[in-house]
Protein backbone atom coordinates (compact mmCIF):
# COMPACT_ATOMS: atom_id res chain seq x y z
CA UNK A 1 0.00 0.00 0.00
CA UNK A 2 2.75 2.36 1.00
CA UNK A 3 4.21 2.03 -2.32
CA UNK A 4 1.09 2.87 -4.44
CA UNK A 5 1.13 6.17 -2.40
CA UNK A 6 4.44 6.90 -3.22
CA UNK A 7 3.57 6.44 -7.07
CA UNK A 8 0.47 8.27 -6.74
CA UNK A 9 2.90 11.12 -4.74
CA UNK A 10 5.60 11.17 -7.42
CA UNK A 11 2.94 11.39 -10.41
CA UNK A 12 1.31 13.95 -8.90
CA UNK A 13 4.68 16.02 -8.24
CA UNK A 14 5.24 15.31 -11.47
CA UNK A 15 2.03 16.84 -12.93
CA UNK A 16 2.80 20.01 -11.28
CA UNK A 17 6.39 20.73 -12.68
CA UNK A 18 5.41 20.09 -16.32
CA UNK A 19 3.46 23.27 -16.83
CA UNK A 20 5.35 24.34 -19.43
CA UNK A 21 8.83 22.07 -18.80
CA UNK A 22 8.17 20.39 -22.55
CA UNK A 23 8.10 23.96 -23.86
CA UNK A 24 10.99 25.45 -21.60
CA UNK A 25 13.13 22.67 -22.72
CA UNK A 26 12.55 22.57 -26.15
CA UNK A 27 13.03 26.67 -26.09
CA UNK A 28 16.68 25.60 -24.25
CA UNK A 29 17.62 23.17 -27.18
CA UNK A 30 16.69 25.34 -30.10
CA UNK A 31 17.54 28.84 -28.55
CA UNK A 32 14.07 30.04 -30.09
CA UNK A 33 10.83 30.94 -28.25
CA UNK A 34 7.76 28.20 -28.76
CA UNK A 35 4.54 29.84 -29.57
CA UNK A 36 1.86 28.71 -27.94
CA UNK A 37 -2.05 29.83 -28.86
CA UNK A 38 -4.57 30.37 -25.78
CA UNK A 39 -8.37 31.95 -25.75
CA UNK A 40 -7.02 33.93 -29.21
CA UNK A 41 -3.86 35.38 -27.90
CA UNK A 42 -0.02 33.92 -28.98
CA UNK A 43 2.22 33.46 -26.08
CA UNK A 44 5.80 32.98 -26.41
CA UNK A 45 7.80 30.34 -24.43
CA UNK A 46 10.98 31.37 -23.54
CA UNK A 47 13.71 28.92 -21.17
CA UNK A 48 13.09 32.04 -18.55
CA UNK A 49 9.06 32.67 -18.66
CA UNK A 50 6.19 33.37 -21.45
CA UNK A 51 5.28 36.83 -22.83
CA UNK A 52 2.60 37.74 -25.20
CA UNK A 53 3.81 38.07 -28.50
CA UNK A 54 3.65 41.59 -30.17
CA UNK A 55 3.12 42.58 -33.62
CA UNK A 56 5.47 45.04 -34.85
CA UNK A 57 3.05 48.26 -34.09
CA UNK A 58 2.41 47.50 -30.75
CA UNK A 59 -0.46 45.71 -30.32
CA UNK A 60 -1.31 41.79 -29.00
CA UNK A 61 -0.42 39.34 -31.46
CA UNK A 62 -4.22 37.51 -32.01
CA UNK A 63 -4.34 33.38 -33.44
CA UNK A 64 -7.04 31.14 -33.86
CA UNK A 65 -7.41 28.71 -31.04
CA UNK A 66 -8.98 28.21 -27.61
CA UNK A 67 -6.22 26.01 -25.70
Same mark, same amino acid.
Given at each position: #???????????????? @????????? @???? @???????????? #????? @?????? #?????? $???????? $?
Amino acid at each position: #MKTLVYILLTLLAFSF @TGCGAVDRF @TSKI @TGDASETCHEGV #MYLQF @TSGASV #MYNPDG $SIHPCNGN $S
